[in-house]
């Protein structure tokens, strides 16, 4: 009985070493040409990048243990809309221009979108200007989407007969949010899901 009592004691202790030590950096394994990890604060914070070529992705909050073994991560509520509808009028023209305005110039043609109307769907592409021309007068809705970050599209209303609107990028466009975002610890490593990729068990180890 003293010997089981003391196994159940080790046990125990290793456990709650290991979540003792959970804080570090721990950065994903297998995925060629891909740098993405999780860095785990003393202070209950964590910190998340993402970086794939010439995309670079982030992300923050709060974490805490969950039995022992699973670690939780949270963050702040992602905004509704990643584009802001800066401003809209009618020109003498009959076609529809959508522009999107951002200080990176570079990003503007990764910007892609579609009008919806009583007729149909039409899609657009950004110039490298961030200019878009549908030939269409009349718009129901729009929705953008900027393709580096492809998460979901954003759609504004059009409750009016304007043909010209312009939008800007809200910062956090690139930003990752998480929602009760699971991963399990053990023996120095994370595993679970990719917040951005697909499958469901990859691996994060620490250094």
């Known amino acids: 009985m003293k010997k089981a009592a003391l196994i159940f004691f080790v046990l125990i202790h290793a456990i709650n070493t290991d979540a003792q030590n959970i804080t570090g950096e721990y950065y994903l394994q297998g995925v060629m040409e891909t740098a993405s990890g ?3 604060n003393a202070d209950s914070g964590f910190q998340f990048f993402f970086s794939y070529g010439a995309l670079d992705r982030y992300g923050k909050g709060t974490w805490f243990m969950q039995n022992d073994s699973v ?3 949270n963050s702040n509520k992602r905004p509704p809309l990643d584009f802001k509808l800066d401003k809209h009028t009618t020109t003498k023209e009959d076609f529809i221009t959508i522009q999107v305005n951002d200080e990176n110039k570079n990003i503007l043609r990764y910007v892609q979108g579609y009008v919806k109307t009583k007729a149909g769907t039409e899609t657009f592409e950004m ?3 961030g200019i878009a021309q549908v030939k269409v007068q009349q718009a129901d809705s729009i929705g953008l989407i900027f393709t580096l970050c492809p ?3 954003s759609v504004f209303a059009v ?3 304007n043909n010209y609107f312009l939008f800007g990028i809200e910062p956090w466009i690139a930003e990752v949010f998480f929602e009760n975002f699971k991963l399990i610890y053990f ?3 994370l595993t679970g899901k990719h ?3 697909e499958g469901n068990k990859y691996t994060y180890e620490k250094e």
Do not use: C, E, G, S
Request: a negative charge; hydrophobic letters at 40%.
């Open 71 to 73: 670690i939780v991560l």
């Open 159 to 161: 409750t009016d007969k």
């Open 187 to 189: 023996n120095n490593m």
């Open 195 to 197: 917040p951005l990729l």
């Open 127 to 129: 110039n490298d200007d």
């Open 38 to 40: 999780f860095q785990i």
């Open 151 to 153: 998460d979901r599209y």
